[in-house]
């Protein structure tokens, strides 16, 4: 058995929405599109396949329904694979799954953030902060004293100044009595303690920025500043300079120095065109400028994060909402 | 698996049984394929510790943390002494050049993932609480294996909470839904399980709850 090239006539369908079909495609020449609609929306979506591109692909691997109807616009050629016989055709061409992995991993943080976007709060669940302190918790009360170790551990290693750090603090001391028969302060806690203690591997610019993260979830801007701040001066992990340099933005704007926030936010989008959160700096640049009462300005700001920002982005919905307001 | 994986034995870490992997809610960027022992996915619900899943050597889990530094959903716990692979996003690509299958297993994970949550969204933009919750029993009943297709009864072996976080409510409000569902003899509740009457009544009445 190899993969077989069929010819598909003008008008036809190769297969529609809902169809059981576990095969995938290519598409060698002709034209082919995609039809579905938008969860979100019910719109309708029409997607070109290009020469040389695989479609279907996701459901036969997944073993669903077809998402789309996959129709013919002009005579083509295309060629079929089952499931094993793309299995192979990968295993020997890994770009073509790395390629895949890409697209499939942006599809899936959308709708991931969609699905979030959604949920209430409160079905959240917790802040992570709070949520990782409860962990802890929990496994203390019911007496599984390492893994409370472990959470609590965890927990200093991100949150050192966070709102139960001093709890933390004091459970892991109890947890080191009761498991060594003594407080490991002397000795390093990993080498008698079963739980493996990762804490040296994280960064320290990447400890230092949770750190200022959690200054700022409680509110204390100025101390978040100055530790961001810190971070960016320092410029050890670049990662964790770009992630300051937005917060640092975002400080300003909860301080109301707005004026100081926008000369700031301005900066940052020319040093970084593509920051992962330059729709939000320009998020906040908008507001800044109608705090100063300089609508048009904002505006502005908010119909460039709407004409850049895919429809369903939390920033895109706020800059709307903000721009209506106006 | 029969794929030589003694190239990536550089990236093998140990875990003693019962040892935390990682805890749900700590930020996350690594990610774990088993090679020898079982790992526990678990969650805490209320006061409860709840396995979610049990994993086996060849399976991979913690994946979400290679899309975005996003809090875990879950702990994972070494239920034996466990040997793992773990990965980030610098030695991530490296290792799918190298082996393909794992980067298929990886593949075929993330279109489950998309296709779990795109079933989510569906049920979560249901304004009607029932249909919401009636909309859960039908993804559940999707992902039943072989299923009689000429019965309409099905049984499910899920509790409230779960029913509740797939419908994004709260369990209180979710039991309020059931009883309704028990009280009109649509479903029939049991301590271990669920029973739905009639899954194609939940579809018509799901179908009608759907904005067009």
Partial sequence: ?326 | MSTDLSVFERFAVTFQKNDIIFCEYEPGDTFYLIQSGTVEIVRIIGNIEKTIDILHPGEIFGEMAILEEAPRSATAIAHEKVKALEFNRENFEVLMMGNPQIALKLLKLFTKRIYDQKRRFMILTLDDIQARVADVFLMLAETQQNPDPHKDERVFNTSVDDIAHWAGMSPDNCKQVLNHFATQRRIEIYKDKIVVKNINDFARFVNSRRKK
């Fill in chain 1, 1 to 326: 058995m190899s993969p077989k090239a069929v010819q598909y006539k003008a008008n036809s369908i190769i297969y529609f929405k809902g169809d059981l079909n576990d095969k995938i495609f290519i598409l060698k020449s002709g034209r082919v599109c995609l039809k579905s609609n938008d969860i979100e929306t019910g719109q309708e979506l029409q997607e070109m396949i290009q020469t040389g591109e695989f479609f279907g692909v996701k459901s036969a691997l997944g073993k669903y329904p077809k998402e789309e109807t996959a129709l013919v616009l002009q005579d083509s050629q295309v060629v079929v694979f089952t499931v094993p016989e793309f299995e192979q055709l990968a295993s020997q061409n890994t770009r073509i799954i790395m390629k895949m992995l890409k697209v499939f991993s942006n599809q899936l943080r959308r709708i991931h953030k969609q699905v979030q976007n959604l949920l209430s709060a409160e079905d959240q669940g917790e802040n992570p902060e709070t949520g990782l302190f409860k962990i802890g918790e929990h496994y203390f009360n019911v007496k599984k004293f390492p893994q409370a170790l472990y959470a609590f551990r965890r927990y200093l290693t991100y949150y050192p100044s966070g709102a139960y750090a001093e709890a933390a603090a004091r459970n892991i001391e109890q947890l080191e009595m009761r498991i060594q028969g003594h407080p490991a302060r002397s000795t390093p806690a990993s080498t008698a303690s079963p739980v493996r203690s990762r804490g040296e591997e994280l960064s320290e610019a990447a400890k230092k920025y949770y750190n200022a993260v959690s200054l700022f979830s409680q509110q204390k801007y100025n101390n978040a500043l100055n530790e961001f701040r810190n971070i960016v001066t320092q410029g050890a992990d670049e990662e964790y300079t770009a992630k300051s340099v937005y917060e640092i933005g975002r400080c300003l704007y909860y301080l109301q120095n707005y004026d100081e926030c926008i000369k700031h936010f301005t900066a940052m989008i020319q040093k970084y065109p593509k920051h992962q959160e330059l729709l939000d700096a320009l998020y906040y640049l908008g507001k800044c400028y109608e705090k100063k009462g300089e609508k048009k300005r904002a505006g502005s700001f908010y119909n460039k994060i709407m004409s850049m920002g895919p429809t369903d982005s939390p920033v895109y919905i706020k800059a709307k909402k903000a721009s209506r307001n106006l």
